[in-house]
């Protein structure tokens, strides 16, 4: 079976993500939602999830260094500042075989300070617009759901609006990939990316066969007024939206 070569994930990391994971839904005592809760490629994040206007992306890292952890801390920042979100740090102990935080509260720590974090606290009525990142990411979500509904196997994705392409998933008989792009009312679809062919070439050693995909986003409480005396509605975080995804388009092929 080909696969796209990935950091190698140990079982006992494994372990700990999982425990860090039910730690924070236990805190959250509700409704959660959760962006990043798969062992997936890229390790910016191990875990990441929005609570109200508020994005925290989690870093998990073992207090006694025994434990191979895959990203950096430069990664968790990048994308931290690129989604306009809070960069944390999870410490985690291992004892007598059973992961559990090593701060209290959350267990998590501002990766800048290494003060304690608390989501509940960071949370207001103020609306946040969305940052091109996170647009694109919601748009890498809209293809994911698709592909899955369609019963392929996803391998890896990226929500990093410089990441090309977004989406890997198994083909017929080889990898196939998806270049994702995303949009905002009033633009109603986005173009396919003008060098098609360097981004086919960087592939082709895994997988010849890509496709294209726009999906558009607009706020559901948009007025839609067409000559524009009502100017268009942002995209706020966490507020409802109107996505428009007409499906995959194949690519040109390589020969």
Known sequence: MYKIETPEISGEFARCWQAAGQHIQAQAQGPISWLKATLTPPYLEHLSFRLGNQLFFVRIEDVDDELDVPGSRRGLARIAEGCNGHACVMPM?????????????????SA??????????????????MTDWEVHDAAVQVVREHLTGAGKELMSWSGNPEIEPSVWFVGDSEPEWVVVRAVRYPAPAAGPPADWERIAESCASLGKVGY??????????????????????????????RVRFDGLVRGPVLT
């Open 112 to 129: 800048l300070t290494e003060l304690p974090v608390d989501p509940v606290a960071l949370v207001s009525d103020e609306r946040i617009e």
């Open 212 to 241: 294209f995909a726009s999906v558009a986003f607009a706020s559901a409480d948009d007025a839609f007024d067409p000559d524009y005396i009502i100017p268009p509605e942002p995209l706020w975080r966490g507020h409802a939206m």
């Open 93 to 109: 102990r291992s004892h007598a075989g059973k992961w559990t935080t090593e701060a209290s509260g959350w267990g998590l720590l």
